[in-house]
């Protein structure tokens, strides 16, 4: 089994950072894609960005361009999410997701293993 688990979630002022991180125990994940997608209260989950096997290829959501990195550390089987400029539009609870598979995209159905997640509340 695959266990992704995230931290770094709180609760912080518009314009402050978080950096979230997810750890995932089991196999090793160097070669798959790994995801960040995310929930806001009454809303669908909606994806975040993407990170390739060797992080040489990354994709954000319009909503976080400019303003989201996320990154990983393969010998860690772990993924970041660095997040500056934070928005109210931005409070939501955050999901780490591995992909069987490489190529990065967008589609959370095509994730296999989830996390349980972690609270990003952001205010005005």
């Known amino acids: 089994q695959v266990y992704p688990v995230e931290s770094g979630g709180g609760s912080v002022q518009a314009g402050d950072s978080l950096r979230l991180s997810c750890a995932a125990s089991g196999p090793t994940f160097a070669r798959n894609a790994m995801a960040w997608f995310r929930q806001a209260p009454g809303k669908e989950v909606e994806f975040v960005s993407v990170i390739n096997w060797n992080g040489g290829t990354t994709l954000y959501a319009d909503s976080v361009k400019g303003r989201f990195t996320i990154s990983r550390d393969n010998a860690k089987n772990s993924i970041y999410l660095q997040m500056n400029s934070l928005k109210p539009e931005d409070t939501a609870v955050y999901y780490c997701?591995?992909?069987?598979?490489?190529?990065?995209?967008?589609?959370?159905?095509?994730?296999?293993?989830w996390g349980q997640g972690t609270r990003v509340t952001v205010s005005s």
């Open positions: 997701a591995v992909k069987i598979g490489m190529v990065p995209n967008s589609d959370r159905s095509d994730y296999e293993y």
